[in-house]
């Protein structure tokens, strides 16, 4: 893929109306553009990473056996009547009507319809549990939007829902999207924190955020400091080692702010361990009963009885991660944005030093993107005839984990290779190749 013919608009500077690094970013580096208040357009630099985030959070669903579905944006209101949410949610919720005058509304949330899905399909103890999960668009009618796809009307959101027969096995459900977050946002080169949090709109009486430190987070939160040497990577996902693993982080306290206990805080953590700051919530785990299946009649025989059964909800703020890793990773000292290869627009940017009169170096780079694509590294030419410093400024601010760059100094099979933000060395394309596909691992 050559630049010149890649759609990436990119400004000059950063727009005034921005006021954030996550969103600065975006729009100066034409990852989205924004269509209307709170809503933006997805342009293929950030789509790209979006999509990548999209699969990490797909295999950790599925690693925990959770099933994928795809539920409409559109839903009827007559199922939030029947839980009781149609008139409480409030305002967020965008209301509308069809041309037969049915009530509709673009779902903010999908509890009801997946309870309305199960009760339709599930009648025996014997089918549970059930995990479902799917990826899909949500609109919220924020009265504010901001910060871009931090706070914006629609975006793009992993939920899902557990159904099981009763609080324990319930409670094994819950403990499995715990694990599955915590290995998710592992992937995405994140440390998130799980801290006590209000339920909020969704009801219950458990639940979890999860949260990336940041200091442009509108969460404040409250922890122990030695709660980021909790190890979870060798936890099974059986029901011991699961209960183990949420006493582990339990065992130090961490909440957000509408959960805060001065009092509590000061009693339970010495001073040196004490953290107080802000962060960005990227996930949320609820576990809420009956709440649902109860006023909307979904239960499941068992032993001669009907059983309402219980539920939970688990969401990740996929478009949202794309905003979060750019305020959790970009160096402001450097500006440069560090993109972890997991999710990064191109694994490598090719940066041939083009000379009108002479296609050499393009040729070159034409060899080195074939080279590099047969060891399945994904890479972009820079076929511009931009300095090399203008270059590379460029790639830095996009965020393009590895560069080689192709000039006078580059002979034979030998390149100079950069990572980004560390000094440059001179190495044969192999041992490259090399270097990229263990980032990649």
Sequence with gaps: MYFSKSFIPILKNNPTEAKIKSHQLMLRTGMIK????????????????????????????DRIGVQEILMPTIQSSDIWKESGRYDDYGEEMLRIKDRQNREMLYGPTNEELVTEIFRSSIKSY?????????IQWKFRDELRPRFGIMRCREFYMK??????????EANYSYNKFFLAYLKTFKRLNLSAIPMAADTGPIGGNLSHEFIILADTGESKIYTDKRIFEVNYENTNLDKESLIELRKKYENYYSVTDEKYNKDEFEKKISEKYRL???????????????????????SVDHLDNKEYVKMGSYGIGVS???????EAKYD???????????????????????NKNDSMNLEKANKLYNFLSKNKIDAIIDDTDESFSSKIKKFNLIGI????????????????????GKDTQNLPISQIAEIITNQKK
């Design 126 to 134: 014997k089918s549970l549990p059930q995990l479902l999960y799917h």
């Design 34 to 61: 924004q269509s209307s208040a709170g809503i933006y357009s997805w342009l293929p630099l950030g789509f790209k990473v979006m999509k990548k985030i999209e699969q990490i959070v797909r295999e950790e669903q």
């Design 276 to 298: 107080k700051t802000k962060g960005i919530e990227v996930g949320h785990i609820f576990y809420f009963g009956d709440k649902y299946s109860k006023p909307m009649n979904a």
């Design 401 to 420: 984990p590895n560069q080689i760059m192709i000039g006078k100094k580059s002979e034979g099979d030998i390149f100079e290779y950069k990572e980004i």
């Design 159 to 168: 939920d899902a829902y557990s159904f099981d027969l009763n609080d324990e």
């Design 332 to 354: 402001e000292k450097q500006e440069i944005m560090k993109w972890p290869i997991s999710v990064a627009p191109y694994d490598c940017a090719i940066l041939p030093l083009i």
């Design 320 to 326: 949202r991660l794309v905003g979060a890793i750019i």
